[in-house]
Structures are given as structure tokens and as C-alpha cells.
């Protein structure tokens, strides 16, 4: 696996990959690598020919200081997983190099960036809509494979790539979980070991909820499922909502979407947790 810093020394890899006419794909990460990353590496050289991984922890989509500085940095161990499952070369590019000069773009995708996520970390978005068109303007590749846990973000990134008329082909992958049904996350790791026993009831009680939606609204489901994680000792809900799975504009009813899907970010003591479910 060829590990590369500079943009020059990607694309010259890039441009002689397509000189043989090998279909490229791209993984974008912010590294802290996990089962479910190497996920989306085995699905992107299942249905193209090369797979490009980039690690890089974007400064401009932290809008919580402290976050970014926490956030694990873990390049050796990410090489060594990357290498393991083929992946053709790693990107692993310095703040500067992505950011020669202040990002100043913004990007208005409507109403999918402004909701949920949106709400509650003002400026987070259009961070990763910056970055994700920076690497996607160096590497230019023909697909792009992102995990299904980042529900909302696929929705933003899909609605910027018709935005700037890219032609980069977006795939969502299925949420890859541990035995006991904790979402796999980079953040993960910082869970104390009361708080790594406690976050699976997310999961748990998101799966109960399904049969809920038989005899509940989504306000009073969205109610249940707020009360029940409340009640375990570490978690508290920052909010869950159910929305459409196209607009992600929340529901009153279950008639109101063919396809209602409950999105929900909960903290486990200092650690923040996003999973979310389908209810269809």
C-alpha cells in the first residue's frame, strides 16, 4: 500500500491508475480506524478496481474546540488496518495541504444540513461539505463509500455533490455493530468502562421501539424512546427524531413518509453517540 502526503504524488498514482482504465474508489476518514471503516474498504474493491483511503481530521467541521483536540489520532494502527484489506494507497495529508488558505466556502443545501445535526452543531456541516469537496476535487474518483451510522451526513454530502455538479457516484453502506449492538465509532474508545456498558441499550431500545410503532405516534414513540435511554445510568439524550428518510424533515404521523427513520445522538458521560433505525 503506497502512503502518500502530497497532493502531486496522489494524483500522479490517480492518473496512472486511470491510464490503465481502473475504475477508482474513495473512503474519506478522519482515521481511528475500525471494523466498519475496513467495511467500506472490502465494499469499494468488491465493485471497483482501486480504493483510495484518506485520514484526516478536519479542523473545520469541529464546532466544539475541545472535540477536535480529544478526537483520537491513530496513523500507524490505521496503516497497518488499511494495508491488511488491500486498500491500493492511504492519503494522509497535513492541515496545510488541504487547507493552504482559510476555507471560506458555504455551502446552502436547504434544509437537510439544518436539522438534527444541524441544529445542534451550528457551522458542522458546511465543514465537512468543504472538506469532502476538497478530496473529492484532489482525488476525483468514480465512487465514494460512506457508513450508513452518519445517516444525515450521506443526505448532506448527496445534496452537495447535485450542488456543485460533481459527478462522484455517492454509496451507503449498512452500519457495522458490536456483538452486543453498540455502533462502531473512532469515539468509541474514549468510553470509561461503565459507559461501554451502558451504550448498547441505545441500540436495544431503538430495536424495541420498532414494535412501539404499532400502537404509538412518532411524538409519543420519540417520547418512550427519550424516557427509557434517559433511565440508564450515563446516557442522556441530546435529541431523537423521526423523519423522512428522503427530506429528514421530522414526521406527525406514520402516514406522513413511506419511509419513516428515527435518528438519534445520545451523550454516554462525555462521549457523544450518534446510531439511528429504519421503521419500514
Known sequence: MNLYKSIEDLQAFVAAERAQGHRIAFVPTMGA???GHLSLVKRALSECDRCIVSVFVNPTQFNDPRDLETYPRTLEADSELLASVGTSALFAPEVSTIYP????RTFDVGAVAEVME?????????GVMQVVSRLFDIVRPDCAYFG???FQQISVIRAM??????PVEIIACPIVREADGL?????NVRLTPEGRAAAPAIYRILSESRSWAHELT???LI????REINAVPTLRVEYFEIVDTDSLQPIASWSDSPAPHGCITVYCGEVRLIDNIAYH
Open 33 to 35: 480506524l475500525h471494523a
Open 101 to 104: 488558505e482559510e476555507d471560506k
Open 118 to 126: 444541524g441544529r445542534f452543531r451550528p457551522g458542522h456541516f458546511n
Open 148 to 150: 450508513e451510522k452518519d
Open 161 to 166: 455533490v447535485h450542488l456543485i455538479g460533481s
Open 183 to 187: 455502533a462502531l465509532s473512532s469515539r
Open 218 to 220: 412518532p411524538a409519543e
Open 223 to 226: 417520547e418512550r424512546v427519550i
